[in-house]
């Protein structure tokens, strides 16, 4: 909402800074956006006064004026428009000085010809001919008798470009600031000020508007109240520039006296004003119904809009002329030749409005304000106003009465007093009478121990919202700051705990985290290959997506994941190892919630990383939270990875990680040029199968005996088996077994491998004997014989 | 015979005086000192002496020996250092040469500063709550006193999945999760993931974080919101920061209030950062609202609360100066890195 100063103190007397009144104001609840003097870039625009026209010699368009700017000597402008005459008053923008753009003007020579300055247009004022109807736009603005032709003074003054506009938020609760009155009462209180009202006055006249027009509600529940009268021998000229100049400073581009009146009585009272030419009202009467289902009207912005039954029209007997708070019928609006109008003040009900203006795709003004609710007794005065203003601009012969149709609530809502209650509530100690000062002085009147709410202060419902104007005026900066006081009683969860030792752990790895968004393109399935009958292309799907790229929840974090490599890949970022902790989204159909799955995403890149880098930070992490004893089998067939460079780890059954190099097709789809290798692991597991109970170990006190054994093998043996069975054999002497060596080549048969393991053994209690160790060596390397891997001699 | 001794003492000590290396003096000591050495051979011929003498040359030769043997030892030592200097010497570096760094991963910037802010919150005792991203309408805006069809429900563009599922457009529905499944006191902030439909720029992001907060236990006033939510932004940004509070509109607080901090760059006295202002805002607030506690089954008569929200993003904007949002997910390790 933007506010016009020179509007605002018709209502209230006010002697402060805008910066002051903005700072106010915002700190008793109405947010000031910004402010702006009208005009504030021009400098040094002056009126002058054409004495004498000449030809330019040089020149068949440009002309030589001496302009009397209220010196004693006149002053030499060259101009080349063509609209002036002598004894024109003109702006005069004099040397050094700003027009509008910023444009700076200095005086210099039009061919040849000193020019001291340069005359304005509309334009270079910021202004166009809806604010000066008389004014051609690319001529010189010749002022008219409505402004002020004093030489000299400064443009802003003369022609009524000098209001402050003040640009307001108001809250969706407010509807009733949406307007003059509704600020002014809240600047009024704000500043401790009479609200001046005005009560509009109709001067009696002819005719009786009964005869004229009838209305009938036929639905109460979305009609609350319909005031209409009319208006007959309608002169459409423009409005005066009190007026325009108001309107424009609001935001509102003047039109005619009839347009303007019902925009300008919005804006001073924030009720929506509706005007149409009765001759297109058939049999003069007004029905307001729900429209039939199918019926059409073409609305004021030339679009045929076909409505449905829960909409609420303005009809006359035979077809609808408005849809209700939202917009009126293209051919019942005022034209040139329109004799006799209808000024409507109605006020529908909001829900109702917002669904019907959602359904058209139509957002208005009118609907804007309507959905937030309006204060059905606004309707009267309102339409009062705007026939007082008929009278005031002579834009046309009001015809005596007005047709009230009410079906509102007149009851008026109340709360009861408690001052005690609102200051435990807020905390702050302010007397009962000043707290009854505070709510007179926004109009909330309080009788005894009740409070009686305004019917334009709809939103205070509870003692809650009553405790809020109070607080809002005392000052929220003078309510104490007071320290929590209880006892507190917080602790991580286990997911917490776990989390933090995840990102710790990734973090220590040398992973640098990433945050992806959680909507994919259901293109990214095609791209990771997932198969066309994978349960996981069945996605979350956003109804409404801003594109195609964030249009289902991932069920997978790997394309994003792929997405972030690609981007860093593609911008020349020669390495990458990231890592991610979020959701997956698994759908469970539209009556239950989807399941959100917190999954690690681990991603790598660069020349310094392969499988196993990716596969040494998994098992870090599983070392971490204290996860053991977990197999690593070969996965071949998924197709997002490498068949042949891919393993889950399993802990029994159940996979809580797949570590793999990613699947050459998939990264040339996500246009990545060298090898890349992602992981994840299921967060759940983590936590499910974690332990972090760890007792102390005693230190050895006996040496150790090491044996380093070499097998010879089939060639895809895995290493994993081996050491297993290794294990199994040694039993509890083992305290470790490392591989050092895996050899292919000349030395060995073809189709095998040769590993070799350094076996180290102890025991807790004494020195194991050479024999012990042998033996237990000897139990392994019979337990592999059978399984044709023998000892390498 | 006592004569012979004492050059063996003048020419063994004046040679130690020159040798340069262990070996040298190695010799020397055989020379003197062992078993076939000079001294030993003097020794040798004590028989020959006197009885009156030989105490006296037996002592003068003890002497000596002890003197040579300390003397070697002492040019050890010289010898020693000057070998260690030399050695120490050799093995100079240029410091300036570049680091051998371990390779740290480094925090995303959104996780930086959300663990600062749940660190604060979490010493003041609030618990960390969470709540599905993937949410009832009727928790993200119904029960939170935004019904079907409110204007308010505007400044919240929502992605639906189904008329009655959407992605929650505020953290603030953890505060009815939390209400129905914990009775009073309850003190939580819960931070996440939020989506709103507004197109990718610089200050804009269909996803975003939010931390909600809140606060419900009896005698529960405003005061103690702005106290709470003061001590947050002198922790978060210093003991100088002051606080304002402005009055809002939020459909689930009554009383409402935006709250701007001191700027943390110019400390209030307007600079490009607070665009002039000397305020910043960073937090939505205000006291429960009575149907929501409701609606909770918490009774308003007996208990009162404060909530509020943060917008993360913000924080981190400012915190680290970043200028543009999108870098935020673009995730470019040039970017990370300098975190």
Redesign the interface.
């Given at each position: 909402m933007n506010l016009s100063k020179k509007w605002l103190l018709d209502f209230v007397d006010l002697d402060v800074s805008d910066k002051e009144f903005a700072d106010e104001m915002t700190l008793s609840g109405s947010k000031v956006e910004s402010f702006e003097k009208e005009g504030s870039e021009l400098d040094n625009i002056i009126t002058g006064r054409i004495e004498s026209l000449e030809r330019h010699p040089d020149s068949d368009h440009m002309w030589i004026c001496m302009v009397n700017v209220g010196k004693d000597e006149n002053i030499q402008i060259v101009t080349g428009a063509q609209n002036l005459k002598v004894g024109d008053v003109v702006p005069v923008a004099m040397d050094h000085s700003v027009v509008h753009g910023g444009q700076k003007i200095t005086k210099g020579k039009l061919r040849g010809v000193e020019s001291n300055g340069m005359l304005c247009s509309l334009g270079e004022l910021g202004l166009t001919a809806h604010d000066f109807p008389y004014a051609i736009e690319d001529g010189i603005f010749v002022l008219g008798d409505d402004c002020d032709r004093t030489l000299g003074i400064d443009i802003r003054e003369a022609i009524g470009l000098n209001d402050t506009v003040t640009e307001f938020e108001i809250t969706s609760n407010r509807p009733d600031c949406l307007s003059v009155i509704g600020l002014a009462r809240e600047a009024a209180a704000t500043f401790k000020k009479p609200l001046k009202t005005h009560i509009p006055y109709v001067s009696p006249s002819d005719g009786d508007v009964n005869e004229l027009l009838s209305v009938e509600i036929q639905n109460p529940e979305k009609c609350y109240r319909y005031c209409g009268a009319v208006v007959k021998n309608v002169r459409v000229k423009a409005s005066p520039r009190w007026m325009r100049e108001r309107l424009r400073a609001c935001g509102v581009r003047p039109i005619n006296n009839i347009v303007d009146i019902t925009n300008y009585v919005m804006l001073e009272y924030g009720q929506p004003m509706h005007a149409f030419d009765l001759r297109y009202i058939n049999n003069h009467s007004i029905i307001v119904r729900n429209a039939k289902d199918g019926e059409t009207i073409t609305t004021l912005d030339g679009i045929e809009r076909t409505l449905t039954t829960e909409m609420l029209v303005i009809a006359d007997s035979d077809k609808p002329v408005a849809v209700a708070g939202v917009m009126g019928g293209e051919y019942s609006g005022i034209m040139d030749d329109t004799n006799t109008i209808v000024f409507e003040s109605a006020c529908f009900n909001g829900p109702s409005t917002r669904i019907t203006s959602k359904k058209l795709g139509l957002r208005t003004e009118a609907s804007g304000r309507y959905e937030k609710e309006l204060d059905p007794q606004n309707c009267m005065p309102a339409l009062m106003r705007a026939l007082e203003l008929v009278q005031l601009l002579d834009a046309g012969d009001v015809v005596n009465g007005i047709i009230d149709c009410d079906k509102s609530n007149k009851l008026q809502r109340t709360l009861p007093f408690l001052p005690e209650w609102v200051n435990s509530f807020i905390g702050i100690d302010v007397s009962a009478d000043d707290q009854r000062a505070i709510l007179e002085r926004i109009d909330v009147k309080v009788q005894g121990d009740t409070i009686i709410v305004p019917s334009f202060r709809n939103d205070l419902e509870h003692l809650a919202d009553i405790s809020e104007e109070i607080a809002r005026f005392y000052g929220y900066q003078n309510i104490p700051n007071r320290p929590l006081a209880g006892v507190a009683n917080a602790a991580l969860t286990e997911a917490q705990k776990m989390e933090k030792v995840v990102s710790s752990t990734m973090l220590a790895c040398g992973f640098t985290e990433i945050a992806t968004f959680s909507f994919i393109s259901p293109k990214a399935y095609d791209k990771i290959r997932l198969p066309e009958n994978s349960p996981k292309r069945n996605s979350v799907v956003i109804s409404n997506p801003l594109g195609e790229d964030t249009s289902v929840m991932r069920t997978t974090v790997i394309p994003s994941m792929l997405d972030v490599l690609s981007r860093n890949y593609n911008n020349r970022n020669e390495s990458a190892a990231l890592f991610e902790l979020s959701n997956e989204y698994i759908w469970k159909g539209p009556d239950e919630l989807p399941d959100e799955n917190e999954k690690l995403t681990i991603g790598m890149y660069g020349a310094q990383y392969d499988f196993f880098t990716l596969k040494g930070a998994v098992e870090e992490l599983f070392d971490v939270v204290g996860i053991k004893d977990y197999d690593v089998e070969p996965l071949t067939d998924d197709p997002t990875f490498h068949p042949g460079r891919t393993a889950v780890i399993k802990l029994g059954d159940e996979v809580i990680s797949i570590i793999g190099e990613v699947h050459p097709a998939v990264l040339n789809n996500y246009e990545i040029g060298t090898k890349a290798y992602v992981a994840q692991v299921d967060f759940t597991a983590l936590l499910k199968y974690g332990d972090n109970k760890r007792s102390y170990k005693a230190l050895p006190k006996f040496p150790a005996s090491s044996r380093d054994l070499s097998f010879v093998c089939d060639s895809d043996v895995p290493v994993m088996k081996i050491e297993k069975i290794i294990a199994k054999a040694v039993g509890k002497i083992l305290e470790d077994i490392a591989l050092f060596d895996v050899y292919v080549g000349s030395q060995i048969p073809k189709g095998k491998k040769s590993v070799a393991f350094s076996v180290r053994m102890r025991a807790t209690d004494r020195t194991l004997t050479d024999a012990e160790a042998d033996s237990a060596v000897k139990k392994a390397v019979d337990e592999l014989e059978k399984l044709d891997i023998t000892l390498r001699s | 015979m006592k004569q012979q001794l004492e050059e063996i003492r003048e020419s063994a000590k004046s040679q130690l005086s020159k040798a340069a290396s262990l070996a040298e003096l190695d010799t020397l000591r055989v020379k003197y000192l062992g078993k076939k050495g000079e001294l030993t051979a003097i020794l040798k011929q004590m028989g020959k002496l006197s009885a009156e003498e030989r105490p006296i040359i037996g002592q003068l030769a003890n002497e000596i020996r002890a003197d040579l043997e300390a003397s070697i030892a002492e040019s050890v030592e010289d010898i020693k250092q000057k070998l260690l200097e030399q050695k120490l010497k050799s093995e100079k570096i240029d410091v300036t040469l570049p680091a051998k760094k371990?390779?740290?991963?480094?925090?995303?910037p959104?996780?930086i500063v959300l663990d600062e802010v749940k660190d604060i919150f979490?010493g003041?005792?609030?618990?960390?709550a969470s709540g599905?991203?993937?949410?009832?309408d009727y928790y993200n805006f119904e029960a939170l006193n935004i019904p079907?069809?409110?204007?308010?429900r505007?400044?919240q563009d929502t992605?639906?999945?189904?008329e009655?599922?959407l992605?929650r457009t505020q953290t603030s529905p953890c505060q009815i999760r939390v209400m129905e499944n914990q009775k009073p006191?309850i003190?939580i902030i819960a931070p996440g993931?939020v989506?709103r439909?507004d197109?990718v720029d610089a200050t804009h992001s269909?996803?975003f974080h939010q931390i909600e907060g809140l606060?419900v236990?009896k005698?529960i006033?405003?005061?103690?919101l702005?106290?709470?939510l003061?001590?947050f932004a002198k922790r978060l940004y210093g003991e100088q920061t002051k606080i304002?509070?402005?009055?809002?509109?939020f459909?689930f607080t009554?009383?409402?209030?935006?709250i701007d901090v001191s700027c943390f760059r110019c400390g209030g006295k307007g600079c490009p950062m607070c665009k002039g202002e000397g305020w910043i805002e960073i937090l939505g607030a205000g006291?429960v609202?009575?149907?929501v506690l409701r609606n909770c089954g918490i009774d308003p008569d007996v208990y009162?609360g404060f909530a509020f929200g943060l917008g993360l993003e913000r924080l981190v904007m400012f915190r680290f100066n970043i200028d543009d949002m999108r870098l935020?997910?673009?995730?470019?390790?040039?970017f990370?890195?300098q975190f």
């Open positions: - | 371990q390779a740290l991963g480094h925090k995303h959104l996780s979490f003041m005792g609030f618990s960390i599905p991203e993937v949410e009832w079907e069809n409110h204007p308010a505007d400044t992605f639906y999945i189904t009655k599922m992605l006191p003190r993931r989506y439909s197109a269909p996803l606060v236990d005698g006033t405003m005061a103690d702005k106290g709470n003061e001590s304002r509070l402005r009055p809002h509109h459909p009554e009383p409402s209030c935006e006291m609202h009575p149907k009162s935020l997910y673009e995730n470019d390790v040039r990370l890195n």
